[in-house]
């Protein structure tokens, strides 16, 4: 299945251990287990933290029944709070896995700059009252592409036991007061988007140079780095499977990150 939801809403992907706290997991698990009368475990291709949405995040589970393509769409979203909807599904041979056969995760980061809050869409961009320039973003990205050691870029409780990832693709691009970082990597360490986008951010406000990535990536210190951007501005928008798999094609996010004619 591919799943979208509203990050603000949730506290996180990964079920809770109490119910007072609602997991895009957990509400998604109940709703399925309904469809296929027996409980249903979810694997996701990357666990989000609380406030950050999904528009292309992908999950598997396994089933004694198949229901259909119908029945766990539309039977699944009847039984779904309005801020999470499966987009697509379909039956998957055992060699599927959500999370290990995945090649690549795609985030976007959103960011609005104006000296003035926008009205509509709170929880679901990060605001900035600076104008940031985006080609000393983009040109700082570039230092950030290909295999690295991420140390300065990852939260104190990350678990992963290699810093190294993959950065296969990284740009900043402008549409009217929105900005979008996208990115894309083989796997991502905990808050390294964010942590990512916030020194792009503190560079973009011209405070520091596009040149300043390498030292903090040298530096391989957390502290080194900018603070950690705002979790409201970041979406996982896309997962790359190999082909054999047939999987529909990943989307590109939000359809309001497209530039207004």
Known sequence: MAVEYDGAA????????????????????????????????LVCAGRTDTGVHGTGQVVHFDCAVDRGAQAWLRGTNSLLPRALRVRWARAVPHTFHARFSAQSRRYHYVIFDSPVEPAIMAG??????????????????????????????????????????????????????????????????????????????????????????????????????????????????????????ALPSYTIGPAFLQPIA
């Open 10 to 41: 949730f506290h996180g992907w990964q079920r809770q251990g109490s119910p007072e706290l609602p997991t895009v997991q957990a509400r998604l698990e109940t709703a399925l287990a309904s469809i296929a009368n027996h409980p249903i475990t």
């Open 124 to 245: 679901q961009l990060t605001h900035t009252r600076e104008v940031l320039d985006i080609e000393a973003m983009h040109a700082a990205g570039q230092y950030l592409l290909g295999e690295q050691d991420f140390s300065s870029f990852r939260a104190a409780g990350c678990q992963s036991r290699t810093p190294f990832r993959n950065v296969m693709h990284l740009s900043v691009s402008r549409h009217h007061r929105f900005i979008v970082i996208d990115i894309e990597a083989n796997a991502f360490l905990q808050h390294m988007v964010r942590n990512i986008a916030g020194t792009l951010m503190e560079i973009g406000s011209g405070r520091r140079s596009p040149e300043w990535v390498l030292d903090v990536l040298q530096a391989k210190d957390r502290s080194v780095a900018a603070k950690t951007a705002h979790p409201n501005g970041l979406y996982l928008v896309a997962v790359r499977y190999p082909s054999e798999f």
